[in-house]
């Protein structure tokens, strides 16, 4: 079974742009999934329509076998996001937007209260946890979306750009944290513009690119699609620009 | 307890946590507006006016504004809400739940429901403490106002939907909404009026509802009581249906 098999998805909006071609994919159970491609290719077009913050017009989606389009109470439990853009809720602090987010999964009061205390402390927040989200910075806000993705426990982790605009330690702790939980068992969906992170973190990789799926493989499979040596060169030559290879880059004097 | 219900109840806490949260402003502000209604209308102007229809004129406005209480505050609290949740796009950790779109709508509903009911039963008790207001038909005053929070949390789902930025909400409010209601005839008796307005009045929704909780409290009314009950509960049913409909369908909820 996979984790996410998506066959044939078209989403067109109602001004008549259409987001998604026919896209299919699917993601075996454990993966550390990349989903590269330049903006407005079609990524957070499919991560809505996977976690029903997008309808599709037509085609399926099924997560570890349950229809996430008409009946999707079961594959929505198995699915956490971390959106690209802080979404929380102002009123609340982050201790809450935990809970909350535990209840809204279903999750019981006892253990909703032992996974948000688990979980503030791995991410760091635990000193925060009274502190309304309005007033957190953008480096606690990241933290929490994460955490909050993973207080229901999903089979299935969507990371929407989750390290865009974070400093260098904070990435590498995100790194350090996904890492081991794909090593436990949890597939994650990674979409990223760092292409060192997808090469670093991502067992496979596909490109999309104007609504449709390009080329997937592992980061040397696409280096060889495209005939160069590296995944950055394979995007490049993906986007038509190739010219802004490093190879052209002449390194500075030291 | 289910999961479905575990969902439902922290939905619905979601939105009395924000209601709850801002007080001042969504508890105490209305309170303070209908006292200040009560010692403006009632004791200051009401000094100078007769009986109306056998009761002070200050029992005659209460029920009104009791009515008007829980209806401004559910409609104003489920369009802010919301509109909030949408501008924020915090709904979205709600809407990429399992939680189902009759979920969603209900807990929504009923947040507005039960400020405006809050309101509404302090209006209620501070009024009876400072004067004398009966209660003439219990079975008629508890589904009116039940019928008419319920009406109003509805169409501030509704105008909460449709709406893109604050301004839309505080147009419904402002320009629909109060003289909908300050015209239905809270602070007086339409029967008063010269032609046309008499006649206006009568079309006017909320005079029916003013109606049914001026009945209920004081055992007067204007209005035929079984067709403005059944007038709600059709109002409330179709508009219940039309959200559940926009709901289901992600109307400016899901791209």
């Not at chain 2, 106002?145 to 930025?165: H, I, P, S, Y």
Request: proline content about 4%; hydrophobic content about 45%.
């Amino acid at each position: 079974m996979y984790a996410l098999a998506i066959n044939e998805l078209v989403k067109r909006y109602p001004t008549g742009t259409e987001a998604l071609k026919g896209v299919s994919l699917e993601i075996e159970e454990g993966e550390f999934y990349g989903l590269l491609g330049p903006n407005g290719a079609g990524k957070s077009t499919l991560i809505h329509c996977t976690t029903g913050l997008a309808q599709p017009t037509s085609g399926s989606i099924e997560i570890f076998g349950h229809d996430a389009v008409h009946h999707y109470g079961d594959a929505r439990l198995a699915v956490g996001l971390a959106p690209q853009e802080p979404n929380l809720d102002w009123f609340l602090t982050i201790e809450e937007s935990l809970d909350f987010h535990g209840g809204y999964f279903g999750m019981p009061r006892k253990d909703r209260k032992e996974r948000a205390t688990e979980l503030l402390d791995a991410f760091s927040l635990t000193d925060k946890r009274h502190e309304k989200t309005r007033f957190l910075s953008g480096g606690m806000k990241r933290r929490l979306i994460l955490a909050r993705a993973l207080m229901h426990r999903p089979k299935l982790l969507i990371l929407d750009e989750p390290t865009a605009g974070v400093d260098v330690e904070l990435r590498l702790e995100l790194w350090h944290y996904v890492q081991r939980i794909n090593q436990e068992g949890t597939t994650i969906l990674l979409t990223t513009h760092y292409l060192e992170e997808a090469e670093q973190l991502c067992t496979k990789i596909a490109f999309i690119n104007g609504g449709e799926i390009v080329a997937t493989g592992t980061s040397a499979d696409l280096a060889r699609e495209y005939n160069v040596t590296s995944l950055e060169d394979a995007y490049l030559a993906l986007v038509g620009r190739g010219e802004l290879s490093r190879a052209h880059v002449p390194v500075a004097d030291a | 307890m289910t999961g479905a219900q575990i969902r439902f109840l922290t939905l619905l806490r979601r939105e009395t946590t924000r209601f709850f949260k801002i007080k001042r402003q969504t508890l105490g502000a209305p309170l303070l507006e209908t006292f200040l209604y009560i010692s403006v209308f009632g004791a200051a102007l009401g000094s100078r006016i007769d009986q109306l229809h056998g009761v002070d004129y200050v029992v005659f406005i209460i029920p009104g504004l009791i009515m008007m209480a829980w209806a401004t505050n559910a409609f104003s609290n489920n369009s802010s809400s919301l509109l909030q949740q949408k501008f924020q796009r915090s709904i979205d950790d709600q809407l990429s739940s399992p939680a189902s779109p009759l979920e969603l709508l209900l807990a929504l509903s009923l947040g507005g429901f039960l400020r405006g009911g809050i309101v509404a039963v302090l209006t209620f008790v501070a009024a009876r403490i400072l004067i004398d207001v009966p209660i003439e038909h219990i079975e008629v005053l508890l589904p009116g106002l039940f019928l008419v929070g319920f009406f109003f949390a509805q169409l501030g789902v509704l105008v909460g939907l449709r709406a893109e930025q604050f301004d839309d909400v505080s147009f419904y409010q402002t320009f629909i909404l109060q003289p909908l209601i300050f015209l239905g005839g809270v602070f007086y008796s339409a029967t008063l009026l010269p032609e046309p307005f008499e006649t206006l009045t009568q079309f006017n929704p909320v005079y029916y509802m003013i109606g049914l909780v001026r009945y209920g409290f004081i055992g007067y009314s204007e209005t035929n009581i079984a067709l403005s009950l059944v007038f709600l509960v059709v109002a409330c049913t179709a508009l219940f249906a039309l959200n559940l409909r926009l709901f289901g369908r992600g109307y400016r909820l899901r791209a």
